[in-house]
């Protein structure tokens, strides 16, 4: 596990520093050989956010352009809170794919738009243009009408309100993922404090799914990842 100092005021494995014009470190997460580092967050991040900051909302594009870490790393994942804060534009304006992960549950679908209407004037404020985004709904349960009926509100009218209402987001690869089901192997992971594919590849014989039932959603999850970075 890690240091739980790490995530507590700013230090320098904390990405708070980012703002603070401090120094950062990373923290190596990665097995033998592998080039995987974490630069873990807190509540203080969301205190320095509403700071008279100048030129925060570039802070994050400016860090990564800066230490060349395009050229250091495959892939940088930015992780958000659900809020449309200082830190999501941030986020926005240092990437060039938006994964945005939507539950198939009621009024759902309203908090999806918005979140698409305030990253369009993010983009067409900074002059900032994506790639791609990703829609991924989650939780879903087949078994239940509402997780049905909502499923089917977001894989029919995200692209045409997109392409409708959001001219910037337009312009870049747009698609709707095939749903994540609820399934008790996310729960399961969290309690070991691993990820669902290394739970499921791991410790298979300790989840309560049959190994079909765990071998598809390993599929889900590789396919929709190879979709994303493509």
Not at 49 to 54: D, L
Not at 116 to 123: A, G, H, I, P, R
Not at 193 to 204: A, D
Request: with cysteine; glycine share 4%.
């Amino acid at each position: 596990g890690f240091n739980p100092e790490l995530f507590e005021g700013v230090n320098d494995g904390n990405i708070c520093n980012i703002f603070n014009q401090e120094p950062v470190n990373v923290i190596n997460v990665g097995e033998d050989n592998e080039v995987l580092h974490l630069i873990p967050s807190n509540r203080e991040l969301g205190i320095i956010g509403q700071g008279n900051i100048i030129g925060k909302d570039l802070m994050l594009r400016k860090f990564i352009k800066k230490n060349k870490l395009s050229n250091v790393y495959d892939v940088i994942i930015i992780d958000n809170n659900p809020k449309f804060d200082t830190m999501t534009i941030n986020t926005i304006l240092a990437s060039n794919i938006i994964v945005i992960p939507v539950v198939t549950a009621k009024d759902e679908q309203e908090g999806l738009h918005g979140f698409f209407k305030n990253t369009e004037e993010t983009l067409s404020t900074f002059d900032h243009s994506i790639k791609k985004m990703v829609i991924i709904p989650s939780r879903y349960n087949k078994a239940t009408k509402v997780s049905k009926e909502y499923l089917k509100i977001i894989k029919e009218d995200t692209l045409p309100f997109i392409e409708e209402m959001c001219p910037t987001i337009a312009e870049a690869e747009t698609m709707v993922s095939e749903p994540v089901p609820e399934k008790v192997a996310f729960p399961d992971a969290s309690s070991y404090n691993l990820s669902v594919y290394k739970y499921l590849t791991m410790y298979s014989s300790e989840s309560s799914m049959k190994k079909d039932k765990r071998e598809k959603l390993l599929s889900l999850l590789e396919e929709i990842v190879k979709n994303v970075i493509k």
